[in-house]
Nanobody
Framework: QVQLVESGGGLVQPGGSLRLSCRASGFTFSSAIMSWYRQAPGKERELVAIITSVADITNYADSVKGRFTISRDNAKNTVYLQMNTLKPEDTAVYYC????????WGQGTQVTVSS
């Protein structure tokens, strides 16, 4: 049974930092392309960051480049999203996504950036 469990969300002031974690099970994590998406109220879900299964190649949405960093630890079956210099417009539910032979989603974790 595939599971993606996100953690690390919460309330943070503008300019602050958070690190999201997504622990995976039920599939071969090291072979999967891992991504973080987010969905703000009234908006469509959007891709935030992606990391490949080979060579750990990363790519980011323009809105988060230079502020967010995606990484993975295959020994721990975990993908991370380090978020720095957070802005109110980063407020959203953040979802972990895995792609190998199928596509899998976590339940989401809320990130709220507000003073």
């Amino acid at each position: 049974q595939v599971q993606l469990v996100e953690s690390g969300g919460g309330l943070v002031q503008p300019g602050g930092s958070l690190r999201l974690s997504c622990r995976a099970s039920g599939f071969t994590f090291s072979s999967a392309i891992m991504s973080w998406y987010r969905q703000a109220p009234g908006k469509e879900r959007e891709l935030v960051a992606i990391i490949t299964s080979v060579a750990d190649i990363t790519n980011y949405a323009d809105s988060v480049k230079g502020r967010f960093t995606i990484s993975r630890d295959n020994a721990k079956n975990t993908v991370y999203l380090q978020m720095n210099t957070l802005k109110p417009e980063d407020t959203a539910v953040y979802y972990c996504n895995a792609r190998d032979y199928g596509t899998y989603w976590g339940q989401g974790t809320q990130v709220t950036v507000s003073s």
